[in-house]
């Protein structure tokens, strides 16, 4: 019966497909599960071959095909809208949104395993999507969820060395202190100091990447414990699912927080490869640094206010409007308040994105979530009073290229509304779920043999002399 189900709901997204030609090649790589006998190791060392003979007759044949123009502005501003990396997990569309492995967000809702009917996607889904650009049964994510259980184990250093640092540290310092200390059980490294053959290099990168994003949620929970509830300690269910698990570990177990976290890591889990964390973990992996230095300077990047720390900010503005205007606040007071944070120089945070150029898809179906499940929130009531005023008041500013909210505008709200209000801890959280994505890029990284990342700079003497003698 699993592979009749599989076969229709294969049928459902091919009709969907069918109707958007630039979907094409993205799902001719996607395939649906009709088959419980591989594990996800052993799915991914039957694909590695293929794709190895890929990338070498993509490197043969279009090896010199140009992919567009560098611009002193590309230079000098971030490197937005350059072109220059391969990342295969997931392609962000400035207008659809992320499509992860070629599924859009609502298209993992409804073709990922759940825990409940109609719930929200698994993330141990996502993870199998993301590494083998499959979408797998019931049963895969089952036995995916329980050997993350059976990897979650943390060492006592671990705890030890987070507790060397003061607890009012960042969480951020503290999560990422600790991934540090997880690092003394490299297999890569362990791996590499033995002289293991580069074709190998993939396999212990792939026993670090699981343990990594099976440890994290543990390590993330500590901290939350160890800052905000006076160290208390609350052991794995094994029971649960992997998002389900972190929400009982951080202490909250309503159902529809259990389905929230889901949804959150979900969404948080990739967003192609040039962001801040998925850039940064990409770059010091390509020096051969094991997934948990690469994932720890990933953190690192994830904790500037411009990245994940934006999450935080949200909702910190938020509860600053209601402490000036009241919960009842008009559109006009809404409206003059976004004007005083612009004319204070400011910026609205949640609103606008490096590449997006519409309405987040991953605003939208947290906004989805809390109709169903939250819907007379105050502060949910806020942020879609928000929604209205906001773009208009930006659009006519003039130099915002995309007035619209991002993930970062809804996230804070919905954790809040079920007891996680410490806004502070939400990188934290954002940090367990980037893991998904970068761990899994990384992975195909080593088994792609890709080299190191070694672009090349330039000073401002040189762009004036060289561009004026293109001039």
Not at 163 to 182: E, I, K, N, R, W
Not at 343 to 356: A, D, I, R, W, Y
Not at 378 to 407: A, R
Request: aromatic share 8%; glycine share 8%; net charge neutral.
């Amino acid at each position: 019966m699993a592979f009749f189900r599989s076969v229709t709901a294969l049928s459902r997204l091919r009709s969907r497909v069918g109707q958007q030609s630039n979907l094409s090649n993205s799902v001719r790589w996607l395939q649906m599960q009709s088959s419980s006998d591989l594990d996800l190791h052993s799915q991914l060392k039957e694909m590695i071959p293929e794709q190895q003979e890929r990338l070498k007759k993509v490197k043969s044949e279009l090896g010199k095909a140009q992919l567009g123009n560098i611009t002193v502005d590309m230079v000098i501003g971030g490197m937005r809208g350059m072109t220059g990396l391969l990342w295969e997990t997931s392609l962000l569309d400035p207008d659809e949104g992320i499509r992860f492995r070629g599924l859009s967000i609502p298209e993992c809702q409804k073709l990922l395993p759940a825990a409940k009917p109609d719930g929200e996607p698994l993330p141990e889904g996502l993870l199998w999507l993301l590494l083998t650009g499959k979408v797998p049964s019931k049963e895969q994510v089952d036995g995916l969820s329980k050997e993350l259980r059976d990897r979650a184990t943390v060492p006592d250093y671990v705890y030890k060395a987070i507790d060397a640092l003061p607890v009012t540290a960042h969480p951020m310092t503290q999560f990422a202190s600790g991934v540090m200390a997880l690092q003394v059980q490299s297999e890569f490294q362990e791996a590499y100091e033995k002289g293991i053959h580069k074709s190998k290099y993939w396999e212990p990168t792939y026993e670090d990447s699981l343990n990594l994003i099976a440890r994290v949620p543990v390590v993330a929970a500590y901290v939350y414990q160890r800052i905000y509830k006076a160290g208390k300690i609350i052991p794995k269910d094994d029971s649960l699912d992997y998002g389900g698990n972190f929400s009982h570990m951080l202490g909250f177990d309503d159902p529809k927080m259990l389905e929230l976290m889901r949804l959150y890591v979900t969404i948080h889990s990739d967003h192609e490869g040039g962001n801040v964390s998925a850039h940064t973990g990409h770059l010091v992996a390509s020096a051969l640094s094991d997934p948990y230095l690469s994932f720890a300077a990933a953190l690192n990047g994830l904790a500037g206010p411009l990245h994940g720390l934006a999450n935080q900010e949200v909702l910190l503005w938020i509860k600053s409007v209601v402490d000036e205007c009241g919960e009842n606040i008009t559109t006009e007071q809404l409206k003059d308040y976004v004007w005083k944070t612009l004319n204070s120089g400011k910026v609205v945070p949640g609103f606008g994105h490096g590449v997006l150029r519409k309405t987040d898809p991953r605003y939208t179906c947290q906004r989805e979530f809390a109709l169903k499940h939250l819907p007379d929130d105050p502060l949910f009531q806020l942020v879609s009073k928000l929604f209205e005023v906001v773009p208009p008041i930006l659009t006519k500013l003039g130099k915002v290229k995309n007035p619209w909210p991002n993930v970062d505008a809804h996230s804070g709200v919905l954790l809040n509304h079920f007891g996680l209000a410490e806004a502070r801890y939400y990188t934290v959280l954002f940090g367990v779920s980037r893991s998904l994505g970068i761990c899994s890029q990384l992975i195909w990284d080593r088994a792609l043999g890709l080299p190191l990342e070694r672009p090349k700079s330039v000073t401002l003497d040189w762009i004036e002399k060289n561009c004026k003698k293109a001039a």
